[in-house]
Nanobody, 121 residues
């Protein structure tokens, strides 16, 4: 009933930039917080950045000053601009949204399909 579709991953040299996008669609009444997580091989999924419905943001210490999360409420889309990328940023990136749907009439957690980001030195 709600789908999050990601785009924008890829292969980039260290110091480069990438922009991830995640568009939500379906029987959406309202989206609360949106976020990006990442999971590197052999590691647990970790929170990268969050943005509230009012566009307040928070970042993991490891990406502060390099990554910027933003959202377009009219398009139900969240973005992650990643600059000054490092090899340790290599991971599968997942978007997340807390969504109030027409059918469930409550907030539920939804995930994107994952986007591979690979940074080489």
């Amino acid at each position: 009933q709600v789908h999050l579709v990601e785009s924008g991953g890829g292969l980039v040299q260290a110091g480069g930039s990438l922009r991830l996008s995640c568009a939500a669609s379906g029987r959406i009444l309202r989206i609360n917080a949106m976020a990006w997580y990442r999971q590197a091989p052999g590691k647990q999924r970790e929170l990268v950045a969050t943005v509230s419905s009012g566009s307040s943001t928070n970042y993991a210490d490891s990406v502060k000053g390099r990554f910027t999360i933003s959202r377009d409420n009219a398009k139900n889309t969240v973005y992650l601009q990643m600059n000054s990328l490092k090899p340790e940023d290599t991971a599968v990136y997942y978007c997340n949204a807390v969504v109030w749907t027409i059918t469930n009439l409550r907030y539920d957690n939804y995930w994107g399909q994952g986007s591979q980001v690979t940074v080489y030195s």
